[in-house]
């Protein structure tokens, strides 16, 4: 995992409420076996109608989702998270997400960020008046700007996952924190607890 400190760049208005894990990446691509190439299943059946939002043209390339309430519902399958970081976002705003979806991001690099409803549908307002807006994503100090609306909105993160992007610790590189007390015990278990 990459440590992150600032996620800055521009937004797509993903304007749909419970987005289902199913949804951001369909069952039949659970069955690869790589992890890799799960951005060509991103969203994959929606890509079929063109005015999809990630078919707009003006959007291409933007690294923020900001999507609706109650994103990352149904199955805990990490393959969404690596669909959406795989398609190119670091970042997804939502006013609510599933525990195990939020809980799969932080586990992956992915940051959930979680505004106010009310802020969710400025920044749509914002993006969709002009896909160049800039969305800045500042995990130190836990907030989010978009000075060319005038947003500057605050977000809730428990410090262990600040700890976790800040450092870019996945699980084991936080037990590799503890590498030279592992050592150590090791070195001082008897042989035939072995």
């Avoid at 109650?70 to 006013?95: C, L, N, T, Y």
């Avoid at 590799?176 to 050592?183: F, G």
Wanted: glycine fraction near 8%.
């Amino acid at each position: 995992m990459r440590a992150v400190h600032v996620v800055s760049g521009r937004g797509v208005p993903l304007k749909r409420s419970d987005v289902d894990t199913d949804q951001i990446i369909p069952a039949e691509w659970l069955k690869r076996v790589e992890r890799t190439g799960f951005e060509k299943g991103l969203f994959s059946t929606w890509r079929d109608d063109r005015n999809f939002v990630l078919n707009d043209e003006r959007y291409s390339g933007a690294n923020i989702l900001v999507a609706g309430p109650a994103f990352g519902v149904g199955s805990s399958r990490e393959h969404a998270v690596w669909a959406i970081m795989q398609g190119g976002f670091d970042a997804v705003i939502a006013p609510s997400f599933s525990d195990i979806f939020a809980n799969n991001c932080t586990k992956n690099g992915l940051i959930p960020v979680v505004l106010p409803e009310a802020v969710v549908q400025q920044i749509w307002a914002a993006i969709e008046a002009d896909a160049e807006t800039e969305i800045t994503i500042d995990v130190e100090r836990r907030s989010v700007e978009v000075p060319s609306a005038g947003i500057v909105a605050a977000f809730a993160m428990d410090g262990q996952t600040q700890h976790r992007f800040l450092n870019g610790l996945d699980d084991v590189g936080i037990t590799m924190t503890h590498a030279s007390e592992i050592a150590d015990f090791e070195s001082h278990r008897p042989a035939w607890l072995a």
